[in-house]
T-cell receptor, first 112, second 114 residues
Framework: GQQLNQSPQSMFIQEGEDVSMNCTSSSIFNTWLWYKQDPGEGPVLLIALYKAGELTSNGRLTAQFGITRKDSFLNISASIPSDVGIYFCAGQPWTGANNLFFGTGTRLTVIP | DSGVTQTPKHLITATGQRVTLRCSPRSGDLSVYWYQQSLDQGLQFLIQYYNGEERAKGNILERFSAQQFPDLHSELNLSSLELGDSALYFC?????????????FGEGSRLTVL
């Protein structure tokens, strides 16, 4: 299946700092999504992007769908302890595709 | 709470055995997806069912099978288990047959094969 490369693999930041992570692919995706997984839980959707170049915010989170359709990034501003978790990017390869391909995740640790 | 229910939450078994994982989708959702998450890995898509019929297949081993019943719950059957099958298995559901934007995930079933 398609490979989504997510970076960085892990981050340790101080509370209040901004965070940036990205996801790249060798092939085009039609939809990009960002999920967060808390320990012992299933992933929860944070932001969905449907159009190349689209920039979407959800509170302190901002994500962009890359213009080449091969990448996306997620920014978290003014991090707080509850931002801790694993962030996954996911992509739908074409309209009507019945599955998502997930990246390997970025593990975020916020130091109070 | 996503509304997707998975049982059991934890399962420990031996190599060569067979287990069944169960998933109840959100009320009204017709599609069920199964994903496998190994340690420090992303989620690998296994299979999707829509309204009782298999719709898409991913990296699912031949030793694994799934089905969706008339009441829309789904079961993932894992047989001839190997150590490498130890993982978190997630079920997700959505309303439509074709993915349209959001999957709702259950809390997962953690399988340990000894």
């Amino acid at each position: 299946g398609q490979q989504l490369n997510q970076s960085p693999q892990s981050m340790f930041i101080q509370e209040g700092e901004d965070v940036s992570m990205n996801c790249t692919s060798s092939s085009i995706f039609n939809t990009w999504l960002w999920y967060k997984q808390d320990p012992g839980e299933g992933p929860v959707l944070l932001i969905a992007l449907y159009k190349a170049g689209e920039l979407t915010s959800n509170g302190r989170l901002t994500a962009q769908f890359g213009i080449t359709r091969k990448d996306s990034f997620l920014n978290i501003s003014a991090s707080i302890p509850s931002d801790v978790g694993i962030y996954f990017c996911a992509g739908q390869p074409w309209t009507g595709a019945n599955n998502l391909f997930f990246g390997t995740g970025t593990r975020l640790t916020v130091i109070p | 709470d996503s509304g997707v229910t998975q049982t059991p939450k934890h399962l420990i078994t031996a190599t060569g055995q067979r287990v069944t994982l169960r998933c109840s989708p959100r009320s009204g959702d017709l599609s069920v997806y199964w994903y496998q998450q190994s340690l420090d890995q992303g989620l690998q898509f296994l299979i999707q069912y829509y309204n009782g019929e298999e719709r898409a297949k991913g990296n699912i081993l031949e030793r694994f099978s799934a089905q969706q019943f008339p009441d829309l719950h789904s079961e993932l059957n894992l047989s001839s288990l190997e150590l490498g099958d130890s993982a978190l298995y997630f079920c997700a559901s959505s309303v439509a047959g074709a993915f349209g934007g959001e999957l709702f995930f259950g809390e997962g079933s953690r399988l340990t094969v000894l």
